[in-house]
């Protein structure tokens, strides 16, 4: 059985994210053209080198640090999915946070561990007092079709740091 809790301290190994699986085999996109969403044909894989998840592990330290939460699906000590809010609010009246990260480790994908997690990072968002959530998307029909099933829709208020990160991205956010 999984457990999903909140991180409550940086006390937690850098080897935390080894043994999680980010891999994503994409060959179907949506972008953004003429204010509508069409899907195209493309393929590309995204992977994590394990200097990656220590960078990853580094961030999870920080965003604690200053006031944001990260939350786990853990089965005893390996962790199946994660979910970042970032500490900074942002937008016209500072309603924003941006869920940076939600991720499920590829052998646990399909078993509603993403969505549980999703469920959760809204509840926290709330508690940290904010009304939105915004996520730079991953621009794959599987990732996308995710998101608008947890009732997520075209930002409404672009930020335009989050989008310079990665361009492909769908720029997303959700009532809280």
């Known amino acids: 059985m999984d457990t999903i809790r909140i991180l409550q301290s940086i006390d937690f190994e850098d080897s935390i994210?080894?043994?999680?699986?980010?891999?994503?085999?994409?060959?179907?996109?949506?972008?953004?053209?003429?204010?509508?969403?069409?899907?195209?044909?493309?393929?590309?894989?995204?992977?994590?080198?394990?200097?990656?998840?220590?960078?990853?592990?580094?961030?999870?330290?920080?965003?604690?640090?200053?006031?944001?939460?990260?939350?786990?699906?853990?089965?005893?000590?390996?962790?199946?999915?994660?979910?970042?809010?970032?500490?900074?609010?942002?937008?016209e009246r500072s309603t924003y946070r941006e869920l940076s990260y939600i991720h499920t480790s590829l052998p646990y994908r399909g078993m509603g561990i993403g969505r549980r997690l999703f469920v959760k990072a809204k509840e926290v968002a709330k508690q940290l007092g904010v009304e939105k959530l915004y996520i730079g998307a991953h621009p794959s029909v599987e990732t996308q079709r995710f998101y608008k099933s947890m009732g997520c829709m075209i930002a409404k208020e672009m930020n335009c740091e989050i989008y310079e990160r990665e361009t492909r991205d769908i720029q997303l956010e959700i009532t809280l």
């Open 17 to 91: 994210l080894d043994t999680f699986e980010r891999k994503q085999e994409t060959t179907k996109v949506l972008v953004v053209e003429s204010n509508s969403l069409n899907e195209k044909e493309d393929r590309f894989v995204d992977d994590w080198t394990i200097e990656r998840k220590r960078e990853i592990v580094n961030h999870f330290k920080s965003t604690i640090a200053s006031g944001g939460a990260v939350i786990v699906a853990e089965q005893g000590s390996k962790v199946l999915g994660f979910a970042v809010i970032e500490a900074k609010t942002f937008g």
